[in-house]
């Protein structure tokens, strides 16, 4: 893609990097010296990191915070054309997230066309669309208060599947090609809902999105325990994800938004038995302590994080049937410049993905045949304790990205420089689910 327009002065990131070059090109090599000893060559392993990227959700640089309150930030981007630009600056020092991923109807635009355009300018393109029929919007005929696809009511199922429909024309106009699809509705007491006619309700209204699918298309399900609806929701668990999924169509996968579980689940697990059915559709990567804290990845179990990477690889190294799993971040930032953030998310995925790559597959599997648990574990361990950082800045370095994208970002006063083009918006909303 040609990239007409850059958000961050070449000409300072340049000049960065050629102060840090030196120590860069000296750590590079000895993690070279260090990796041929197992033989590994790290010019492969620099190639994948280059060819590696994550999406960007659209909401994720825009307003943050939690569900109890919002602390607005400097300059913060006032629609999807000025987010677009913030995705450009992560892209542009990250050089690992060339995709954004948008939220209807939060990124409605009257011209898509000239939307999709700005994006390209940058070098951007979209990802999966994303539904929203877990809010009321003012102009909206129903209320979803009482669930949307699940809705007891007709005609409350009819605008939510609508809804869904209208998604995928805007996702056509883009160039996406996914929809990815998270319901709120549930329930918050026991009897208040029978859980077999919800599913019913829900497989009938989204077999209704399902048929308006185009071909090349997939149909991303997002499961999540808890959260707005606290007692149970329909779409609770992996299970009743792919079951759904698998009534659906081959079309139809599942998504694993890393905080959408029961604490101490094993995801990795989940996301192996997904690949194993071809079912796996994608992440919504982003770190937890206790719930859906969307924190930044890695933040918190970079071990977990990991552990799944190490589930991805080995169906890369295995070369599993329909494998193409969709990445994305989703997070909320309620204390950090959502910029900084999502690049040190992003890297933070690319590193997981990089030091899979060093796992000895082979003396693993030979570990786990003759049941020696202590290698097999120290096998994985030895790929984790690597420091792959100087992969990750060369493959920046190479494709024009910041050796530190972090330090460059601050030093281009960024939101400084846009505190005319873009005054703080009034009022205190909360945040985002
Ligand atoms: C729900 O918690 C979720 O993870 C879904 O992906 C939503 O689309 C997103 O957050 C934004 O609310
Ligand atoms: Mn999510």
């Known amino acids: 893609m040609n990239v007409e327009k850059a958000q961050i002065d070449a000409a300072l990131v340049e000049k960065l990097n050629s102060e840090n070059n030196d120590e860069l090109q000296r750590d590079f090599d000895y993690l070279a010296e260090k990796l041929d000893r197992k033989n590994l060559d790290i010019n492969g392993l620099l190639e994948k990191a280059q ?50 991923s948008p939220h209807f109807p939060w990124d409605v635009v009257d011209d898509f066309k000239a939307l999709r355009e700005h994006a390209a300018n940058f070098g951007l393109s979209w990802d999966a669309v994303n539904s929203n029929t877990f809010q009321d919007q003012s102009e909206q005929k129903y209320s979803y208060k009482f669930g949307s696809l699940t809705h007891t009511e ?15 024309e805007y996702g056509k106009q883009l160039g ?12 918050n007491h026991p009897g208040q809902q029978h859980f077999q006619r919800a599913f019913e309700r829900y497989l009938a209204s989204m077999k209704g999105i399902y048929a308006h699918l185009p071909d090349d298309w997939e149909m991303h399900i997002e499961h999540k325990m808890f959260e707005p609806a606290f007692y149970s929701t329909v779409i609770q668990d992996w299970g009743s994800n792919i079951l759904a999924a698998m ?4 079309k139809a996968k599942s998504l694993v938004d890393l905080g959408h579980h029961a604490p101490n689940v094993n995801i990795e ?4 038995r997904l690949i194993q059915f071809k079912k796996l559709g ?23 994080l990991f552990l799944i990477f190490n589930e991805l690889v080995d169906a890369e190294y295995r070369k599993q049937d329909a494998f193409k799993p969709a990445y994305m971040l989703d997070q909320s930032h309620n ?5 900084e953030s ?28 003759s049941n020696d648990a202590l290698m097999a574990s120290a096998t994985l361990k030895e790929a984790f304790n690597t420091d792959v950082g100087p992969i990750l800045a060369m493959a920046r370095k190479l494709k024009g990205a910041a050796i530190q994208p972090i330090a460059c970002y601050r030093a281009a006063n960024y939101r400084a420089s846009l505190a005319h083009a873009r005054p703080a918006a009034k009022g205190n909303s909360s945040g985002i689910v």
């Open 335 to 339: 204390v950090t410049d959502p910029i």
């Open 154 to 168: 007709q005609a409350v199922r009819e605008q939510a599947i609508q809804h869904n429909i209208d998604c995928i």
């Open 51 to 100: 060819a590696f990227s994550v999406a960007v959700p659209s909401w994720g640089v825009g307003t943050g915070g939690t569900r109890f309150a919002r602390f607005a930030g400097p300059s913060e981007p006032r629609n999807i054309f000025e987010k677009v630009e913030d995705c450009a600056v992560i892209h542009q020092l990250s050089a690992c997230t060339p995709r954004i």
């Open 282 to 304: 994608g992440f919504h990567f982003n770190d937890s302590k206790y719930g859906d804290d969307d924190l930044d990845s890695g933040a918190i179990q970079p071990y977990q």
């Open 342 to 369: 999502l690049i040190n998310s992003a890297i933070e995925v690319q590193r997981a993905y990089v030091r899979a790559l060093l796992v000895d597959r082979e003396a693993l599997y030979a570990f786990q045949d």
């Open 269 to 272: 697990m989940i996301v192996s």
């Open 176 to 187: 996406s090609k996914s929809l990815t699809v998270w319901i709120g509705d549930g329930s």
């Open 247 to 250: 009534e659906l169509g081959d």
